[in-house]
Nanobody, 124 residues
Framework: QVQLVESGGGLVQAGGSLRLSCTASGRTFSTYAVAWFRQAPGKEREVVSATNWNGGRSYYADPVKGRFTIPRDNAKKTVYLQMNSLKPEDTAVYSC?????????????????WGQGTQVTVSS
């Protein structure tokens, strides 16, 4: 079992930065792939970024490439989402999720463990 808690959301002006944290409990967290999802009002949930179990492989959705990174610290049982050059269209509820299978980190299916979500609002 893995339990996830997100933190770090908030209100920021366009062009600013935020760092989200996804902190886990459970001894086997270091073996799990982790993804950040977001869902904006009226839109479907989408994978923003994902990392494999050791941070050696990452995925970024096209809208965030070059602006977001997903560093991982297994010793702290934490995966971060560093968001730079934020845009109003990045406004959404951001959630982290984990799955054991690291072979297809960009596939939204199979993410079994979820955090509660944190709101990110980017003002223009």
């Amino acid at each position: 079992q893995v339990q996830l808690v997100e933190s770090g959301g908030g209100l920021v002006q366009a062009g600013g930065s935020l760092r989200l944290s996804c902190t886990a409990s459970g001894r086997t967290f270091s073996t799990y792939a982790v993804a950040w999802f977001r869902q904006a009002p009226g839109k479907e949930r989408e994978v923003v970024s994902a990392t494999n179990w050791n941070g050696g492989r990452s995925y970024y959705a096209d809208p965030v490439k070059g602006r977001f990174t997903i560093p991982r610290d297994n010793a702290k049982k934490t995966v971060y989402l560093q968001m730079n050059s934020l845009k109003p269209e990045d406004t959404a509820v951001y959630s982290c999720a984990a799955k054991w299978d690291s072979r297809s980190i960009a596939d939204p299916n199979g993410y079994d463990y979820w955090g509660q979500g944190t709101q990110v609002t980017v003002s223009s």
